[in-house]
T-cell receptor, first 116, second 115 residues
Framework: AQSVTQLGSHVSVSEGALVLLRCNYS??????LFWYVQYPNQGLQLLLK??????LVKGINGFEAEFKKSETSFHLTKPSAHMSDAAEYFC??????????????FGKGTLLTVNP | NAGVTQTPKFRVLKTGQSMTLLCAQD?????MYWYRQDPGMGLRLIHY???????AKGEVPDGYNVSRLKKQNFLLGLESAAPSQTSVYFC??????????????FGDGTRLSIL
């Protein structure tokens, strides 16, 4: 079964600092990978996704993530944090080994706090 | 463009009561999903549907039933609510998949408290 590990349930950064949220997955076949963001009292919004092709993926709001197959990782970064980035971030993967690539497995989430 | 709409947004139930959560999407999506979100647990899949008239169990289906009588609607039922079902419930939908996976679109959630 697929699993997703997000290191750090809570990350705190200063405004203007680098944001790094970590995601590792377990899969025998490279999955499709997603990052979602959830603002308070809202549903999840897609930040970016990796399916095939270029391993560095750019998303909305200045975020990007790099798929590293050798490390089974898909870490999310942003060069300079903004107060509006404060939210919970979820990494998710599908299993595209056949038959079930329409189901997502989510990590437990990382709450990002941005300090002024 | 409404996207995915969940009804109600908030509900308090007593143990043993029943209720139905409604999810409606206007994007003509084939696939629909119900998740529950609990602190520190991320999102866990309850049930899903790959098309009108079909349903399947997810990771945590016990205590819930679902129906997909119309393509645009996916209903989640609690027959006899228990305090362990206190959670935030999210509905999501996505297109029929081709060669590239499509992202899931989420509703704003239903906050359900069971006393």
């Amino acid at each position: 079964a697929q699993s997703v590990t997000q290191l750090g349930s809570h990350v705190s950064v200063s405004e203007g600092a680098l944001v790094l949220l970590r995601c590792n997955y377990s899969s025998s076949v490279p999955p499709y990978l997603f990052w979602y963001v959830q603002y308070p009292n809202q549903g999840l919004q897609l930040l970016l996704k990796y399916t095939t092709g270029a391993t560095l993926v750019k998303g909305i709001n200045g975020f990007e993530a790099e798929f590293k197959k050798s490390e089974t990782s898909f870490h999310l970064t942003k060069p300079s944090a903004h107060m509006s980035d404060a939210a919970e971030y979820f990494c998710a993967v599908t299993d595209n080994s056949g038959g079930s690539n329409y189901k997502l497995t989510f990590g437990k989430g990382t709450l990002l706090t941005v300090n002024p | 463009n409404a996207g995915v709409t969940q009804t109600p947004k908030f509900r308090v139930l007593k143990t043993g009561q029943s209720m139905t959560l409604l999810c409606a999407q206007d994007m003509n999506h084939e696939y629909m999903y119900w998740y529950r979100q609990d602190p520190g647990m991320g999102l866990r899949l309850i049930h899903y549907s790959v098309g009108e008239g079909t349903t399947a169990k997810g990771e945590v289906p016990d205590g819930y039933n679902v129906s997909r009588l119309k393509k645009q609607n996916f209903l989640l039922g609690l027959e006899s609510a228990a305090p362990s079902q206190t959670s935030v419930y999210f509905c999501a939908s996505t297109e029929r998949l081709g060669t590239v996976n499509q992202p899931q679109h989420f509703g704003d959630g239903t906050r359900l408290s069971i006393l």
